[in-house]
């Protein structure tokens, strides 16, 4: 995880605040001042064609409680 990697020396990360509940005294929080708080997009992806009745329900869960109507925008992959 990010934070493993914080905590093995390798990098820096920004988190969400409730991620400071998952590691203590390996990893040093710094909050942004109220002032700088920022905002970012999620993005949720799943594979093509999965028709799974699970994860059906959880894209209609997640497109209620974010607002969002119909269909996500495609990004092609880079990977190959």
């Not at 914080?6 to 920004?14: E, H, K, L, R």
């Not at 203590?24 to 109220?34: H, L, N, R, T």
Request: charged share 20%.
């Amino acid at each position: 995880t990010t934070l493993g990697l914080v905590a093995s020396g390798i990098g820096i990360s920004i988190v969400p605040i409730t991620a400071t509940k998952m590691r203590s005294g390996d990893v040093a929080y710094i909050p942004f001042k109220e002032s700088d708080i920022m905002t970012s997009n999620v993005v949720m992806t799943h594979r093509t064609g999965d028709i799974a009745p699970e994860l059906q329900l959880f894209i209609k869960r997640v497109r209620l409680l974010s607002g969002i109507s119909r269909q996500r925008k495609k990004v092609k992959s880079s990977l190959k």
